[in-house]
């Protein structure tokens, strides 16, 4: 997400809920605590280039309710330092930080990982060139700034959804479990080769796992991609998708048409590697294509089925399109548009919509 004005940023809702691990809304509920009760000021953070960095200082130090808990170059918002910069930050009990507008303003979609963290986020406009000041927005001196708060309610919010994953899953899976060994048994009639296909993908904050499907495809597949390439039909390159694709077996396209070839991901959303609903993880190769802003999904669990699914699935060409649904999905998440997203995925599959 980016944004190349002030105004422009500032038309966009970003307070989304992230959902991260329950042990996170005790500990920032602790820093919260500190924060409010033992201390007489707040520790704070303040990031930006050297000139922003002094300037955003100097209106610090006036304020009474502040204390600067240290100072940041803005390099430390790239993805190789990012995760150990927070952790810092939120080891010394910061809960707010300043940021100034030319740091962030190509790079936006930070604010999730801040978030994530419990920590407070002030986006100040140092390159303001106009007066705000009966514009509404709160300001620091003379600077005008737009605050993303922290919602405590996230990490019980993750909690509630990862209790209805494993028990309906659990459910499903002891409910489902002839068609699995039916499934399972078709396979081995069909091709040479195990029932199985495991595949690295990229899930929750980049780290990797091992997703679970029924093969569909000769057993030499991944190797064969490199000589189809060619032939991606998306049009941005990052996913990899083709009608007809010569690798798929007879019963595979049977499983692909109806989408049983994903069942076995319930053990990845048994094990919490995976949710029911979320974004799409990608394989090692597409993740490799993707553009810094399209992490964003990474900063949410990966789902079996999601927003883009019902909305297409392999109708949709563009990846952008495929990150814009998964940023309305995260923006918008809901217990009750989980299971919105269920039912319709059910209806979707039975229609055999957007599936080869």
Excluded at 24 to 29: A, Y
Excluded at 66 to 90: F, M, P, V
Aim: with cysteine.
């Amino acid at each position: 997400m980016t944004f190349s004005t002030w105004n422009e940023f500032n038309n966009v809702d970003l307070r989304a809920p992230v959902f991260t691990g329950s042990h996170k809304f005790w500990s920032v509920l602790w820093l919260r605590f500190i924060a409010l009760f033992l201390t007489s000021s707040q520790s704070t953070f303040i990031i930006g280039d050297p000139t922003d960095r002094e300037k955003i200082s100097g209106l610090i130090k006036k304020e009474k309710n502040y204390e600067i808990a240290g100072l940041l170059d803005a390099s430390s918002l790239d993805r190789a330092n990012r995760k150990a910069t927070l952790e810092r930050i939120q080891r010394l009990g910061v809960t707010e930080v300043f940021v100034a507008w030319g740091a962030i303003k190509n790079r936006m979609f930070i604010w999730w990982t801040f978030q994530k963290y419990g920590i407070s986020l002030h986006i100040l406009d140092t390159e303001a060139n106009q007066d705000y000041s009966n514009q509404g927005f709160p300001q620091l001196g003379e600077i005008p700034y737009k605050s993303f708060k922290y919602s405590l309610m996230t990490g019980a919010g993750f909690s509630i959804k990862r209790a209805f994953d494993f028990c309906f899953s659990a459910l499903f899976f002891v409910a489902t479990s002839p068609i699995y060994l039916a499934i399972a048994l078709l396979i081995k009639l069909d091709s040479p080769g195990p029932v199985f296909f495991k595949q690295t993908r990229i899930g929750l904050h980049g780290r990797s796992f091992k997703v679970w499907k029924f093969r569909t495809m000769v057993v030499n597949a991944d190797h064969l991609q490199k000589e189809l390439e060619a032939l991606n039909q998306t049009k941005d390159g990052v996913l990899f998708k083709i009608k007809d694709d010569p690798r798929i077996t007879r019963i595979g396209k049977i499983l692909r048409r109806y989408s049983l070839d994903e069942l076995p991901q319930i053990f990845n959303v048994l094990l919490g590697e995976m949710s029911l609903i979320g974004p799409r993880p990608l394989s090692v190769r597409d993740a490799e294509k993707c553009s810094e802003h399209h992490f964003i999904r990474n900063e949410v669990m990966p789902g079996v089925t999601g927003l883009w699914q019902v909305s297409g699935r392999s109708d949709i060409l563009e990846f952008e399109e495929v990150v814009r649904l998964d940023r309305s999905y995260i923006e918008n998440w809901s217990l009750w548009l989980d299971l919105k997203i269920l039912l319709q995925t059910i209806e979707v599959v039975l229609k055999k919509q957007g599936a080869y």
